[in-house]
């Protein structure tokens, strides 16, 4: 099998598949056909482009940050011809600014992209879920975007924890319907919305949010958000004239990593995924599928878990939202078994401390999921003198303030 591509029914090695009731089969196999159709059509492809670029304000830039790594304290350090010249020897690090795409983050890439597909395939409207809200804000966006009724499921206690971004959603003309099955969280919303297509499939699009679910989503996600890395080897082919020693991005589900990694896959850069750490590595403690999980089946997919012994999901915990999830997608499953893609975790006091620092040093907000990936660059980067280090900074940090400012 090739690094890059699943097998005919959906699998990464041993990872993804279809795990559904029967009644969905058909909707994903038409899904399959109208994803394989566009992905040679090139006016749809026209049009994407055009979004991406006047929409989304694509390309991002990749922005080198001096301060950050260094560290040295709150003055500013002049670029005298003495830190021209230590700049060989250190690391230097760049940044990909999905923080910087309409919405804030890296989300409306892939939202954009399968809304567009919607239209394409006539379906009148769109569900998602959501945990945190993130990805039912860049759905309700691109939904408004093209005048298409969009219905989010959100767990009623996130609902609660997010009314900042439910009210976003109702701005942006979407319906928010709150579940109060289960713990009333996450889960509890993905099996609604899968309910909900089940029952009304002929005029419905399920959008997911990450490069998870049944086939063909965890492929289609991946392509949707690899104009990242695409992005990035021509930016730093430009900047530094060679390829990265390293790659870091944070994985919570896992778009934004696959989407910087994957154009990368066929290169020899290591590459490195961050899960949350949480507060420990006790079930219920942490985000940190991939380095504590075992092979199970969630969303649709056989991919790594974070499981009792029976089979249950477990609670998970990170200080960002966005990696507070107990699955992740079936492609880093198998880039992990594989050895290609090294995974670890950061604790939120690390993400927290990276946080704060690259908006001292470099006057630049992070998510605290991207904190998390900042968080490893720091702890790897005094240690290869010389090498360049790029870093995916999938979001901004404005929606995180409450969080992050109760340290101030
Ligand atoms: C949702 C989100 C993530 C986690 O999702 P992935 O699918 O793992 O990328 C990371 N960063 C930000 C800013 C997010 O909003």
Known sequence: MKLSQPDRRGYFGNYGGRYVPETVLPALDELDRAYRAMRKDRAFRRELGGLLRD????????TRVLRFPDGKGKTAIPRSAKTRRRGRTETRMYLKREDLCHTGAHKINNTIGQVLL???????????????????VATATACALFGLKCTVYMGSEDVRRQAMNVYRMQLLGAEVVPVESGTRTLKDAINE?????????????????????????????????????????????????????????????????????HPF???????????????????????????????GVL??????????????????????????????GPEHAFLKDSGRIRYTSVPDEAALEAFHRLSEMEGILPALESSHALAYA????????????VVNLSGRGDKDLDIAGGRL
């Open 265 to 295: 896959l066929d290169t020899d850069v290591p590459m490195v995924g961050v899960e949350a750490g949480g507060r420990g590595r006790q079930p219920g403690r942490h985000g940190a599928t991939l380095c504590h999980g075992q092979p």
């Open 118 to 136: 919607a239209r394409r395939m006539g379906k009148r409207r769109v569900i998602a879920e959501t945990g945190a809200g993130q990805h039912g």
């Open 378 to 389: 720091l702890r790897v980067c005094g240690k290869s003198p010389g090498s360049v280090l």
């Open 55 to 62: 929409t989304v304000g694509r390309p991002t830039p990749l």
């Open 193 to 261: 919305a899968m309910r909900d297509w089940v029952t009304r499939i002929r005029d419905t699009y399920y959008c997911i949010g990450s490069v998870v679910g049944p086939h063909p989503y965890p492929l289609m996600v991946r392509d949707f958000q690899s104009v990242i890395g695409l992005e990035v080897k021509q930016q730093i082919l430009k900047e530094e004239g060679r390829l990265p020693d390293l790659l870091v991005a944070c994985v919570g589900g896992g778009s934004n990593a696959m989407g910087l990694f």
């Open 299 to 328: 969303h649709g997919a056989l991919s790594y878990l974070l499981q009792d012994a029976k089979g249950q999901v477990l609670a998970t915990h990170s200080v960002s939202a966005g990696l507070d999830y107990p699955g992740v």
